[in-house]
């Protein structure tokens, strides 16, 4: 691959630090989650790239044993956010229709990497994950920044009634109502029981819930099985029959 090829999406979100103590993007198909290309793009060398096994669950863990012998480094564990306080680690995460988040602390020096998927959503990985930066660093909510990139929409993701009330129930709505702006679905038009839901709304309107400013969460806009040019579908491509569709990712890192 040369140097630079394809899409790295920088969230406006990161920008203000002076320094450019962070840096965290999104990359669309091309790179999608090549190694290398990314790993020049966060300007980390060597390169410490951390990246957990990723299996649906609401699980975070805390990536703090990262160690310069990569002979010493063990598998990578199942999980689906990773949060850290050292520098010059990277974390990321896989996508292709569920939601990257990326999330940074300037007064901790926290990053974090989320992986949101219907299944996640439901089961509130991202507050887990702000939960978990409060509780094992002292991060207050308010000072939390998040970045939640390119995932499927409600133009295009259609589900069952009951993924719906799982994923309303995950937003808070209820519990802190003046948070809530509503649009995270559409009722079907025609089909009867069904639904489109909007996986980063339901996410931005979970991370309010736990607190963290309208201001400090930046959305991307952009439906992932809209933009074929740009990013990989799962609902798009297992359609038109890919047994295989690609992925792309979100990634940061702390550099001082
Ligand atoms: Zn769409």
């Given at each position: ?17 002076p ?101 996640g959503?439901a089961?509130?990985?991202l ?5 978990k930066?409060?509780a ?57 029981p ?21 201001e400090?969460?930046?959305l ?34 702390r550099?001082?």
């Amino acid at each position: 691959m040369t140097e630079r090829e394809g899409l790295f999406l920088y969230p406006e979100i990161f920008f203000p630090f002076p320094g450019g103590k962070v840096r965290a993007f999104f990359t669309g198909k091309i790179p999608g989650v090549d190694r290398e290309a990314v790993c020049r793009e966060l300007e980390a060398s060597p390169c410490k790239l951390f990246m957990p096994v990723q299996k649906h669950t609401s699980d975070v863990i805390v990536y703090e044993d990262c160690t310069d012998d990569e002979a010493a480094i063990p598998p990578p564990p199942e999980a689906d956010a990773v949060i850290t306080a050292k520098t010059g680690v990277a974390l990321g995460i896989m996508v292709a229709d569920c939601v990257p988040a990326l999330l940074y602390d300037e007064k901790t020096g926290v990053i974090g990497a989320v992986h949101a998927g219907w299944r996640g959503t439901a089961k509130g990985i991202l507050a887990n994950t702000i939960e978990k930066m409060i509780a094992a660093f002292g991060s207050r909510s308010r000072d939390i920044r998040i970045a939640i990139g390119p995932a499927i929409r409600k133009c295009c993701y259609e589900v069952d009634l009951d993924v719906l009330k799982q994923i309303e129930a995950s937003t808070g709505a209820g519990k802190n109502k003046k948070n809530m702006t509503g649009g995270i679905f559409l009722e079907h038009p025609v089909k009867g029981p069904k639904a489109y839901i909007d996986l980063p709304e339901a996410n931005r309107q979970q991370a309010m819930a736990c607190g963290v400013k309208a201001e400090n969460i930046w959305l991307s806009g952009m439906c992932t099985s809209c933009l074929p040019e740009k990013f990989n579908s799962y609902r798009r491509e297992f359609r038109l029959g890919s047994k295989a569709p690609g992925r792309q990712g979100g990634f940061i890192i702390r550099h001082s």
